[in-house]
């Protein structure tokens, strides 16, 4: 079982800045495709980025593309996703997940973060 811990979410202002982290309980992490979807109120789950466990390539949902990024720290069991200027938009439960294999951008991922908070002011 991995369990995956999100961190760095807030209340932030339009325009602004944030870094979510999510840590992964398990080693051999870099076997691991990891990603970050998010949930609005009424809304579907939608992929917003994914990492690939080795090799490191990334997918960004064109909806963040030029302003979200995602990378992986593998020696720590880290995944983080730097979210620049961003919007009202951008308002959600930010989730981490984790899945055997390759990234999809569906969510068959087999392990899932509680969720962050990202509210942003306009």
């Known amino acids: 079982q991995v369990q995956l811990v999100e961190s760095g979410g807030g209340l932030v202002q339009a325009g602004d800045s944030l870094r979510l982290s999510c840590t992964a309980s398990?080693?051999?992490?870099?076997?691991?495709?990891m990603a970050w979807f998010r949930q609005a109120p009424g809304k579907e789950r939608e992929f917003v980025a994914g990492?690939?466990?080795?090799?490191?390539?990334?997918y960004t949902a064109d909806f963040v593309k030029g302003r979200f990024t995602v990378s992986r720290d593998n020696a720590k069991n880290t995944v983080y996703l730097q979210m620049n200027s961003l919007t009202s938009e951008d308002t959600a439960v930010y989730y981490c997940a984790g899945r055997y294999g390759a990234v999809v951008r569906s969510t068959d991922y087999s392990y899932w973060g509680q969720g962050t908070q990202v509210t942003v002011s306009s």
């Open positions: 990492i690939s466990g080795s090799t490191g390539i990334t």
């Open positions: 398990r080693r051999a992490f870099s076997n691991y495709a």
